[in-house]
């Protein structure tokens, strides 16, 4: 599955953005698709999944109640939201789909987008 993200850009503390993943070619509405991030110098750590019919999503534990993952599966779409947006939310944001294992180990996932990065000035 090849995957496009989009929607990063710089926002005040406290701000707002939503990031969507999209993909051409291959429909991805019977896969798993996922958000990860990496910040300078750091790992690509899990951020959030939602499973094919978006009934069931996943959160890693800072970003719960400020970030929402949703899908429009007739848009081909993922979606994230991003609300009260901290400096520490300063990152690569990439879209992920198809894992084969753990949601929360990047390895197991087999498709990856560009990403898109995301600045939160304080």
């Known amino acids: 599955v090849q995957l496009q993200a989009c929607g990063g850009g710089l926002v005040q503390a406290g701000g707002s953005l939503r990031l969507s993943c999209t993909t051409s070619?291959?429909?991805?509405?019977?896969?798993?698709v996922g958000w990860f991030r990496q910040a300078p110098g750091k790992e690509r750590e899990f951020v959030a999944a939602i499973n094919w019919s978006g009934e069931n999503t996943y959160y890693e534990g800072s970003v719960k109640g400020r970030l929402t993952i949703s899908r429009n599966n007739a848009k081909n779409t993922v979606y994230l939201q991003m609300n009260s947006l901290r400096p520490d939310d300063t990152a690569v944001y990439y879209c992920s789909a198809g894992p084969r294992g753990s949601y929360r180990d990047s390895a197991s996932w087999t498709s990856w987008g560009q990403g898109t990065e995301v600045t939160v000035s304080s």
């Open positions: 070619g291959r429909t991805f509405r019977n896969v798993v």
